[in-house]
């Protein structure tokens, strides 16, 4: 069963949203166990944050943090251009609109990164009605 820490601050609590409109997900679950990476997202203009998954457990700190894994930073715009499929991932990388550090040459990361964030952002953009962006699920 995931984890995922209450979020303290508004990136967080999107983060956490979106994350946890798959949390019962048997495919999200494969791709966040035991992963095990720090990802550095920032979104601006805003500042960064940092996803520990560790085990079966998502945890965040506010701030970038020197021993990262991945490190993704691009427009709010360009996320959600992303989300709502005006924009291709691999083609704002090579635009300069996105950046990602970390993934390497290990297209298993690529895989599960994919799997977990954009794939995430994709389904709740998709069915906005469904997935909505609120941290208390029990006042719908």
Excluded: C
């Excluded at 495919?27 to 992963?35: C, G, I, L, P, T």
């Excluded at 943090?65 to 930073?73: E, G, V, Y």
């Excluded at 298993?108 to 794939?119: D, E, G, M, Q």
């Amino acid at each position: 069963m995931i984890s995922i820490q209450e979020p303290e601050d508004i990136i967080t609590i999107a983060i956490h949203n979106i994350l946890s409109s798959r949390i019962d997900d048997k495919d999200f679950y494969k791709h966040v166990h035991d992963w095990n990476k720090k990802v550095v997202l920032e979104i601006r203009p805003f500042y960064p944050v940092t996803i520990i998954f560790e085990g079966d457990d998502i945890q965040f700190s506010v701030g970038e943090i020197k021993d990262a894994d991945i490190t993704l930073r691009l427009e709010l715009q360009t996320m959600l251009d992303i989300a709502y499929g005006r924009e291709d991932p691999l083609l704002a990388t090579q635009k300069g609109i996105m950046e990602m550090e970390g993934l390497g040459d290990d297209s298993s990361n690529l895989v599960r990164f994919y799997n977990i964030f954009l794939a995430s952002m994709q389904k709740v953009a998709n069915n906005p009605n469904l997935n909505y962006f609120e941290l208390d699920k029990k006042t719908k």
